[in-house]
Each structure stands twice: as C-alpha cells, then as structure tokens.
C-alpha cells in the first residue's frame, strides 16, 4: 500500500522555465510534507518542507504548495537550471514530524541548457 | 561540519552469505536512522535510535537483519544469511534533536548487490 505517491517517473524541462513536481499522498494522519533532491551516488539532501497548517511555503527559487482537502503537494522551482536535474522524492509524516518519513519513489528531473 | 559518513560504499556478496555496514552520524546527532532503497524505490526506514535506544524497528526483517548504535554514536546494520531480495541501497541518516522532527541528514549509501 503505497501510501506517498509521485505519478510521474521523469519530467524534462528547459532552463529558465517552471518545474513542477507532484505528490500524492492517502494516509490522512500526514500533517508534514518534506522534498528531497537526490544526485547520483550521494544520498537525499533536504530541500524544503511544509506543515499541514500551512498551504504555501517559499525557499530562493523552491515552492511547496499543500492542498490538504486533494491530500496533494507539488514543488514549484523557478527559474529551472541545469543544476536542478537530480531525483526529486516527496515525504510525509504524522505528529508533526516526529512518526517515520514515508517517501514516494522519486521523481527524475532534467533541466536542459 | 563534517557529514553522515558511512562504509563500505559498494559491497558484491553470494545469497546466503553475512554482511555488515558502519555508519557514522554528524557529530551530536541524537538521532539516526538506516533506510534500505530498493531500484526505484523511494527510502524505507529500517530501523531508528534515539541515542542507543530503538525507537522503531517496525520494518526491519528481524529475522535477518540486526543493527545496534555503540555508546550512542556508530551504529552497524548486518544482514546475516542475505537473500537476492536484500540488494538495494542502504542509507544510513541522523538529525540533531532527540524527537526526531527536525532535518535528517544523509549519508552517501552503501549499494549492496546479492548475487
């Protein structure tokens, strides 16, 4: 039972336009949503993060929007550059926090130059 | 500050065999954690320490996976006899509080491939 789910297995953008990466989730005891950016043989780094009593939450360039009645997030970057293109997973967790991370399986991301 | 270092970072080994990885946690770090990453998959918690304490192995096949965190620091997963299925990606990751809420910092993995 896949509770956290990122239907899109790779998305492709040009640089300087919009990525949007989406998330789903159907355990409704989630109340915090977190992003990881992920390169290759390194592991997750911790990009963003939202709580269920927020709908929007802004970092520089990255976006986190939270629409809790869908039980679904997306990560907004812009402007996209070719630094972005790595493996994007959505996590959640129950209690603010403090329950164990679920995490979606990924999305690939590549901006192009 | 140095990060979460863990070793070693590739291992190849026959089913049926043992294998045993280290972690080291950022220094401080109340909290750690090991999450085993299936191809394509996302992380799945294994198991989580507060200090020396299991907070929740819930999802670790304890039949043939043990881990324990000396003196609260290091910590080491072993899986002792390994299956095919067990071939994956094993990040190790700790976070500073001991509730566990605020960032988890990862290692860079260890890929185990089973043959």
């Known amino acids: 039972d896949q509770q956290v789910k990122q239907n899109s297995p790779s998305l492709s953008v040009q640089e300087g336009r919009i990525s949007i990466l989406n998330c789903d989730y159907t355990?409704?005891?989630?109340?915090?949503f977190l992003w990881y950016k992920k390169y290759p043989a390194e592991g997750p780094t911790f990009l963003i993060s939202?709580?269920?009593?927020?709908d929007k939450n802004e970092d520089g360039r990255f976006t986190v929007f939270l629409n809790k009645s869908a039980k679904h997030l997306s990560l907004h970057i812009v402007p996209s550059q070719p630094g972005d293109s790595a493996v994007y997973f959505c996590?959640?967790?129950?209690?603010?926090?403090?329950?164990?991370?679920?995490f979606g399986k990924g999305t690939k991301l590549t901006v192009n130059p | 500050e140095a990060g979460v270092a863990q070793s070693p970072r590739y291992k190849i080994i026959e089913k049926r065999q043992s294998v045993a990885f280290w972690c080291n946690p950022i220094?401080?770090?109340?909290?750690l954690y090991w999450y085993q990453q299936i191809l394509g998959q996302g992380p799945k918690l294994l198991i989580q320490?507060?200090?020396?304490?299991?907070?929740?192995d819930s999802q670790l096949p304890k039949d043939r996976f043990s881990a324990e965190r000396l003196k609260g620091v290091d910590s080491t997963l072993k899986i002792q006899p390994a299956k095919l299925e067990d071939s994956a990606v094993y990040l190790c990751?700790?976070?500073?509080?001991?509730?566990?809420?605020?960032?988890?910092?990862f290692g860079p993995g260890t890929r185990l491939t089973v043959l």
């Open positions: 320490f507060q200090n020396n304490g299991v907070v929740d």
């Open positions: 355990n409704s005891m989630f109340d915090y």
């Open positions: 220094s401080g770090h109340a909290t």
């Open positions: 990751a700790s976070s500073f509080l001991f509730d566990g809420t605020d960032t988890q910092y």
């Open positions: 996590a959640a967790s129950a209690q603010g926090g403090s329950e164990k991370l679920v």
């Open positions: 939202i709580s269920s009593i927020k």
